[in-house]
């Protein structure tokens, strides 16, 4: 299948730093790429839809500001979470849907999911 | 509303013995549905997903999942649990149109006794 990897795969840091995380697709472009956060023993919310090209759409209570997502590329999405808290720790998955046309697509809508960056705020 | 609740929070098997995790769905449009396992620390890996066609889908490690339309389900089964199958589980559903996101159930924990 499609990979998609992300960048570091872990990271701890000082409270009021800010923290990169990079969500590659490798073998397909995608248009779109989602970004979900998971916190311990619950499961995945998604934080932000990425389109290439134009302006991430954040979900209710997701601040714009904090989480920076940058998708400069068919094949690279960023998440900075600027000034981090400690309750900003948490498992961050990024996944990408192939568009038409590239030999990855679906029409089902499945994504490829990274295999995810844990953060530590310290 | 569109929700995806997989009722058991916390399941455990002994190993040889059958599996049935359940997942119900709320969605306005047709579902496409997905059964992932996810291990510690780890990311998520597709089991098996249902677009259309045959309501019962084969999907990897010996797992199957059959969607009852009727009863807005898709319950994931394997006849004999190995003890590699401890994990999280988390059923899913999307939609087809680009762009959208996948909705997570907050997924079932498997323990493997032996």
């Known amino acids: 299948g499609a990979v998609v990897s992300q960048h570091p795969s872990r990271v701890i840091c000082k409270s009021g730093t800010s923290v990169k995380i990079e969500c590659r697709s490798l073998?397909?472009?995608?248009?779109?790429m989602f970004w979900y956060r998971q916190f311990p023993k619950q499961s995945l919310m998604l934080m932000a839809t990425?389109?290439?090209?134009?302006?991430?759409?954040?979900e209710q209570g997701v601040e714009k500001d904090k989480f920076l997502i940058n998708h400069a590329s068919l094949t690279l999405s960023t998440l900075t979470v600027t000034s981090a808290h400690p309750e900003d720790s948490s498992f961050y998955i990024c996944?990408?849907?192939?568009?038409?046309?590239?030999?990855?697509?679906?029409?089902?809508?499945?994504?490829?999911f990274g295999p995810g960056t844990r953060l530590t705020v310290l | 509303a569109q929700s995806v609740t997989q009722p058991d929070i916390h399941i455990t098997v002994s190993e040889g013995a059958s599996l049935e995790l359940r997942c119900n769905y709320s969605y306005g449009a047709t579902p496409y549905l997905f059964w992932y396992v996810q291990s510690p620390g780890q990311g998520l890996q597709l089991l098996l997903k249902y677009f259309s066609g045959d309501t019962l889908v084969q999907g990897i490690k010996g797992f199957e999942a059959e969607f009852k339309r009727s009863q807005s389900s898709f319950n994931l089964r394997k006849p004999s649990v190995h003890w590699s199958d401890a994990a999280e589980y988390f059923c899913a559903v999307g939609a087809s149109q680009a762009g959208t996101a996948l909705i997570f159930g907050k997924g079932t924990t498997l323990s493997v006794s032996s």
């Open positions: 990425s389109n290439e090209g134009s302006k991430a759409t954040y």
């Open positions: 073998d397909f472009q995608a248009t779109t």
């Open positions: 996944s990408a849907r192939a568009p038409p046309g590239t030999g990855r697509e679906s029409s089902y809508n499945e994504q490829f």
